[in-house]
């Protein structure tokens, strides 16, 4: 075995010993490490950051939804339809994403809401979140057209 799976069995949580060995192998993780992964998700469906001040950010949601997908976890889990859930409802009409304007001040630079940057990249990353988890939704296409325009 290589030296950073060693380091990852020897030192990582729970959770990144998970899924490493769902990545390595396809062993489903335990239930406590899907509790794990799935906690402190917000009524509207969405993650905090740590500089969100425990409300919903649009990255926070997409960095969960990878760490589930790398779990192998899908929209069967009801915290992840309503992740989805919450991505599309906070698309704007024009097909991107951008976090709340009340993180003005205190979102990091790539998130800030009002440039472009981080529209194209919240548009790349919400989009392919509900592609994965949610083909179908209407709101791929949109997001697709945002970027290339």
């Known amino acids: 075995m290589s030296m950073q799976y060693t380091y990852i069995e020897k030192f990582g949580s729970a959770i990144e010993k998970a899924r490493l060995a769902f990545l390595l192998s396809g062993t489903r993780p335990s239930n406590n490490v899907i509790e794990e992964i799935l906690s402190g ?68 630079e790539y998130l800030k809401p009002g440039t472009l940057e981080p529209r194209l990249y919240l548009a790349a990353n919400c989009g392919f979140w509900v592609a994965y988890y949610s083909g179908r939704d209407n709101s791929v296409p949109r997001a697709m057209g945002f970027l290339m325009r």
């Open 41 to 108: 998700q917000c009524e509207d469906g969405g993650w905090p950051a740590k500089w969100s001040h425990g409300q919903s950010s649009l990255d926070a949601t997409c960095f969960r939804l990878a760490q589930a997908e790398q779990l192998g976890l899908s929209l069967e889990q009801k915290p992840i339809e309503l992740a989805i859930r919450y991505l599309v409802r906070r698309q704007s009409l024009d097909g991107s994403w951008e976090e709340d304007e009340s993180f003005a001040n205190w979102a990091p």
